[in-house]
């Protein structure tokens, strides 16, 4: 069946480094491909999704894009705050055209100044 | 536009006795989706619903576990005799159709002593 993979955390970075989250995806057909981030004690919030390959996703400095040939969506920042300090999860829409969503287990990002 | 809200925040229950999550959608929303979140994992699909019915409960327990979502008031997931590996993050996530973004409330975090 479909699945997600993600790289294991904790990561840990000063502030201003680059960022890199590496996420695999198995999946039938042409899912969508979404990065979620939890902060401490929150829900999720949708970071960024792209819907079809090469297209990226870019939402608050972060990019991710769309790789069929890899079946991978990294997840990508120039230069990390201590405010980006939290879990990232990488998601795909399984088949059924709705918001059924597989979630890899998650990477929890530390960003120290 | 109240986001989706959750309650209770944090649940605690003895084994054996029984556990009412509930979710109030966004304004507008008709369709919900629960997840569960296991320490250290992501978050795994359990059912979606939309007012009055349920569409896909392929991933909710086979015993003790109910979901509904009537045409007034919130929906709510019931776990029946609760045991200690019921603990966790219970996410409810909204959308105003199916294939729209979902929006996730804050989580329920549910532990049985």
């Known amino acids: 069946g479909n699945s997600v993979t993600q790289m294991e955390g904790p990561v840990t970075l000063s502030e201003e480094a680059f960022l890199t989250i590496n996420c695999t995806y198995t999946a039938t057909g042409y899912p969508s491909l979404f990065w979620y981030v939890q902060y401490p004690g929150e829900g999720l919030q949708l970071l960024l999704k792209?819907?079809?390959?090469?297209d990226k996703g870019s939402n608050k400095g972060f990019e991710a894009t769309y790789r069929k040939e890899t079946t991978s969506f990294h997840l990508e920042k120039g230069s990390v705050q201590v405010s980006d300090s939290a879990v990232y999860f990488c998601?795909?829409?399984?088949?059924?055209?709705?918001?059924?969503?597989?979630f890899g287990a998650g990477t929890r990002l530390a960003v120290h100044p | 536009n109240a986001g989706v809200m959750q309650n209770p925040r944090h649940l605690v229950r003895r084994r054996g006795q029984e556990a009412r999550l509930r979710c109030s959608p966004m304004k507008g929303h008709s369709h919900v989706y629960w997840y569960r979140q296991l320490p250290e994992e992501g978050l795994k699909f359990m059912v979606y619903l939309q007012k009055e019915n349920i569409i896909d409960e392929s991933g909710m327990p086979k015993e003790r576990f109910s979901a509904e979502f009537p045409k007034e008031g919130p929906s709510i997931l019931r776990i029946q005799q609760v045991v200690r590996g019921d603990s966790a993050a219970y996410f409810c996530?909204?959308?105003?159709?199916?294939?729209?973004?979902?929006?996730f409330g804050q989580g329920t975090r549910l532990t049985v002593v």
């Open positions: 996530a909204s959308s105003p159709r199916g294939w729209t973004e979902a929006f």
């Open positions: 998601a795909l829409s399984d088949s059924g055209g709705y918001n059924k969503l597989i």
């Open positions: 792209a819907t079809k390959a090469d």
